[in-house]
């Protein structure tokens, strides 16, 4: 849209002559008439302006707004009309083109240097920051080089094709602007590089732009390119008309048309910004801070309106992208103020682009005005917002600041139209407009979540910074100032204490709740669940009731997770989980929430809140046993604690957990669990054993799932208690538990005498006492374990009475046991309190320790039920057996003491099993030892010969032999001989040196 960029004003007028040539210095105008005059021209100070020197004096170096009078005529100043003329400020030097070209000093205008090689030239350029000239004449350019002086030195001349009509210095080469075409001819040698024609009808123009490319003009278009000739983009000027001069002065390019002025902005599209109309313009320059327009008798100045006052016309009439260009060039001190501008402006065009339905760029333009979030979201009178002190009416948001008062053209309309521009209020809508809103609300509500989601990392990261530095603070416990005064706070689970008056966290917790319910009105299910699983302020009351609403369970579970409400989080899970097992669930429910889904959610927990894990575990327990329990035992809870409580809720699911944990990690159950798993075990083998009696099917051979466990628990593990266990065992069944627990209790021989008369099994008593043997052998302080041997092969001697007197004895183990784990305790071991129960306790469990001694065969019984054993055991004997064990654990028996134990009757010929290799054992044995003997005997008298050998060691002394100690000869006196057979000394020089060593050693002594 055309805005008012430059104001025309009319500088001089009514000039004596046509005008030729017009230039500026400073604030003069310098114009070159036909009549070959040159005249000065310039405002006339008023006593004003001379009352404020400082003021003149600036003034005096740009052109005013004022009317020009005639200050100075300079007569003959050309012989001929000037074709132009250009003030070489940095230099003092007026440059003049005529019949050649002339350069003089300012401002007395001496003349410094005449090209002559110039006549006849019809165009030039200047380089200033080389100092090189560069004219063309006919089909010649030459470069002229200012050496500094009063003179200039002739550098290069090349020859062209045709006519230069146009040209300009770009880098180090020069555009030219031929009759037909545009060449860039290199000035180092000459070479000519097509560009691409120029037009037929205008002459070519070529202008240079203050960034070193080049504006090539065809036609009424202008063309970029670089300073070798290559387009720079597919974008042109267009004129109205083809223009004769081209002005750059950012932003705009001003053009001389034939019948006016235009200007355009130097951004792309390039759109017209002003049209100037003026007739019989002849010239068109740039000064300092104006554009000069020369007609035949009158010179205009187009001086350019202010900023700041562009900026108003601009946003007023809705051009914003070309008012946000303007911001750009305000001056570097107007920071803040070109901040607050295009913060305005930026909200303004969103408001017009959301009006448009351009609702992304809008969002661009609102995250570039740095608006808050809450600004933008009171357009989405929909979304619901957490009440805190950051909320406000949407008029107080649009209280942006007003323009400054210089940078206003006074125009009171202008400013009145951007400052009504106010965020929409919600209005009564027809039924059409309703529905209109309706379609539209996906696309408004996405471009919502692309604005938040820009914003949402910088508040985050302040939002976190600012809790970790009250977590810091409640660390320390100090006061920090007022800040510390008005620290109020209030409960959030999951994040601890939140400060009320925490900006930056109810500036995220806004964000974050409006997020979610973007995310969610535009169908992002799963972006709203990675929004809650990740870091998040999401307001819990408000974004719980609209998840519960729209039936979102999967976000609501993680919206109290992400605030550490497990416990609601886990009912909600067990509710989904049960609707999603009834017939008419939805097989969304069925495919999500499974019993697995709360394990699942249960497993981050074990090591914070093992409470809330074994309460909800329990819901799942029977449907998913296996996975509860791996929960238990992975999530490292107490395993007392998760015994206890499955004793209390599932007492069912009690053993199972302890069979893992102890496959798991043996050494890691206790003493205490592992009785409480092995009491388990029994008490489930003494029902299926009592159903079996009742029914009259009861097999000692007999192993159910749970009985296996049960013995092989009791041979493996070792905490249970064996005294409290073989009190429940009955009497008549569950003799091999009984013989484990017997062994446990070290009463071998009724363990023996159980694996042997009650359960007729041999092997199962050869085994344990390999396992009693082996268990011994590996601790070195442990009785002689061959005896456990000895023991069995007495069971096998006497078989007659040990049946007789088992069932005795093992009452009296009992008894003896229940007594003493009355009285002291369970776990501390068996004591006899006296009485025939207690000696009989005592022989039994000496049975374990016995000597045999080599004279009689009973001297190992210690009471006088060990007599009885031999009364009738001739005619019962289990010889089988006994031959059996010799002959298969020969290498383990004392062989003299189970000799004696045979009865004379047994034949030498069934012993040969036994008596073979333990006879070749001991040979061998034997033999070893001999040998061992005479090694030592040999290395004895190896000694001996040493010793022997030292002792003939033989010392010369001669007359040259010299002590070692003093450097004086040994000759008759007494000597010593050190070790080494060689350092010879005094006998008194030695004992000199011993005593200076004693006194040496005990000199720290005295110190002390």
Not at 132 to 156: M, N, P, T, W, Y
Not at 628 to 650: C, M, R, W
């Amino acid at each position: 849209m055309v805005h008012s960029a430059y104001d025309s004003f009319q500088l001089l007028s009514g000039c004596p002559t046509k005008i030729d040539a017009i230039e500026s210095y400073g604030s003069k105008l310098l114009v070159s008439c036909s009549d070959g005059a040159l005249r000065i021209y310039g405002p006339e100070p008023s006593f004003s302006d001379r009352s404020s020197s400082s003021d003149y004096l600036g003034q005096a170096q740009e052109l005013r707004k004022e009317t020009y009078a005639l200050e100075r005529t300079v007569t003959g100043f050309s012989k001929k009309p000037l074709l132009s003329m250009e003030v070489l400020a940095s230099r003092e030097l007026l440059l003049s083109l005529s019949e050649s070209i002339a350069f003089h000093r300012i401002p007395n205008l001496e003349t410094l240097a005449v090209i002559t090689k110039a006549k006849g030239a019809n165009v030039y350029s200047w380089d200033d920051r080389r100092g090189f000239l560069c004219f063309a004449r006919q089909k010649r350019v030459s470069i002229f080089r200012h050496d500094g002086g009063r003179g200039f030195v002739e550098v290069k001349e090349f020859g062209v094709p045709d006519t230069v009509k146009s040209m300009s210095w770009c880098g180090e080469n020069i555009c030219l602007g031929i009759r037909k075409e545009y060449m860039i001819l290199n000035a180092t040698n000459g070479a000519l590089t097509d560009v691409f024609p120029s037009g037929r009808l205008a002459p070519p123009l070529v202008v240079s732009l203050p960034s070193g490319e080049l504006l090539l003009g065809k036609e009424n278009i202008g063309v970029f390119v670089d300073q070798n000739g290559k387009l720079l983009q597919a974008e042109r000027i267009c004129w109205s008309e083809a223009p004769s001069v081209i002005v750059i002065q950012k932003p705009y390019a001003i053009a001389l048309l034939p019948r006016r002025v235009e200007i355009r902005s130097l951004r792309v599209p390039y759109p017209l910004i002003q049209t100037i109309v003026l007739q019989n313009v002849r010239h068109l320059i740039q000064s300092n801070n104006a554009v000069i327009v020369a007609l035949d008798n009158s010179v205009y100045g187009l001086f350019p309106v202010p900023l700041g006052a562009q900026i108003v016309q601009l946003t007023a009439s809705g051009n914003f992208e070309e008012a946000l260009a303007l911001c750009k060039l305000l001056p570097p001190e107007d920071s803040s103020l070109r901040a607050a501008k295009e913060g305005s402006i930026h909200i303004r065009y969103a408001h017009y682009l959301f009006e448009n339905g351009s609702y992304e760029e809008a969002m661009e333009h609102f995250l570039a005005s740095q608006v808050d979030i809450t600004y933008v979201l009171s357009l989405y009178p929909s979304i619901v917002l957490p009440k805190t002190s950051m909320l406000r009416e949407p008029e107080k948001l649009m209280d942006i600041s007003s323009d400054a008062p210089y940078l206003s053209r006074g125009s009171s309309g202008v400013s009145d139209d951007m400052e009504s521009l106010a965020p929409p209020q919600l209005t009564e809508f027809d039924e059409h407009a309703a529905l209109e809103s309706k379609k539209m609300s996906h696309n408004t509500l996405m471009a919502l979540i692309k604005f938040l989601q820009k914003k949402r990392f910088s508040i985050i990261e302040k939002a976190t910074s600012e809790g970790t530095e009250e977590v810091v603070f409640d660390a320390v416990g100090e006061n920090f100032g007022p800040y510390d005064s008005s620290r109020s706070k209030k409960s959030n689970k999951g994040r601890g204490t939140i400060s009320i008056n925490s900006v930056a966290r109810e500036m995220a917790s806004i964000l974050d709740t409006a997020l979610l319910q973007a995310l969610l009105l535009t169908g992002q299910s799963s972006a709203a669940l990675e929004l809650l699983r990740g870091l998040n302020y999401c307001d819990l009351k408000i974004c719980e009731e609209i998840l519960q609403k729209q039936n979102h369970y999967t976000a609501l579970l993680e919206l109290y997770k992400c605030n550490s409400m497990h416990r609601e989080s886990l009912k909600l899970l067990h509710q989904l989980v049960e609707e999603s097992k009834s017939s008419r669930a939805q097989t969304e429910l069925n495919s999500k929430f499974k019993p697995e889904s709360i394990i699942e959610y249960l497993k981050p927990l074990c090591g914070t809140e093992p409470m809330l894990v074994l309460e909800f575990s329990m819901l799942v327990l029977e449907s998913c046993p296996t996975q509860t329990i791996e929960l238990f035992l992975s999530g490292n809870i107490p395993a007392d604690l998760v015994n206890s409580y499955l004793k209390q809720h599932a007492p069912s699911m009690q053993g199972r957990y302890l069979e893992l944990m102890l496959a798991m990690n043996e050494n890691g159950i206790s003493g205490n669990l592992q009785n409480e798993m092995v009491q388990i075990y029994l008490s489930e083998v003494l029902e299926w054993h009592t159903d079996l009696s009742a029914q009259q099917k009861w097999d000692e051979k007999a192993y159910s799932p749970t009985r296996k466990k049960l013995l092989s628990a009791l041979e493996s593990i070792s905490g249970y208690n064996p005294e409290a266990l073989l009190q429940r065992l009955p009497a008549d069944a569950l003799y091999e538990e009984r013989a484990i627990l017997l062994g446990k209790m070290n009463q071998h021989e009724l363990a023996l005498s159980l694996y042997v008369h009650k359960l007729h099994v041999p092997e199962l008593a050869l085994s344990y006492c390999d396992r009693v043997y082996e268990s011994a052998s590996h601790q070195p302080s442990a009785k002689s374990s061959g005896n456990i041997y000895l023991t069995l092969l007495q069971i096998y001697l006497n078989p007659r009475k040990t049946i007789n007197n088992f069932e005795k004895l093992i009452t009296n183990v009992v008894s003896s046991h229940s007594t003493s784990i009355t009285r002291v305790g369970s776990g501390t071991s068996v004591k006899a309190k006296g009485g025939r129960g207690a000696k009989k306790i005592a022989a039994i469990v000496g049975a374990e320790d016995m000597r045999f001694s080599l004279s009689s065969t009973d001297s190992s019984r210690s009471d006088g039920d060990a007599d009885e054993f031999t009364e009738e055991g001739g005619s019962a004997i289990m010889l089988d057996g006994v031959l059996d064990l010799l002959s298969r654990r020969w290498d383990r028996i004392n062989g003299a003491q189970a000799l004696k134990l045979l009865p004379k009757e047994t034949k030498l010929q069934n012993l040969l099993p036994f008596l073979g290799p333990l006879m070749r054992k001991s040979s061998e044995a034997y033999r070893n030892l001999l040998v061992i003997k005479s090694l030592r005997q040999s290395e004895s008298l190896q000694v001996k010969e040493e010793l022997y050998n030292q002792r003939k060691t033989v010392v010369k002394i001669t007359s040259d032999s010299m002590c070692s100690l003093c450097s004086k000869k040994i000759g008759t006196s007494v000597f010593a001989v050190y070790p080494n057979g060689k350092t010879l000394v005094h006998f008194v020089c030695f004992k000199d040196s011993q005593s200076m060593k004693a006194v040496g050693k005990g000199t720290p002594l005295r110190k002390r």
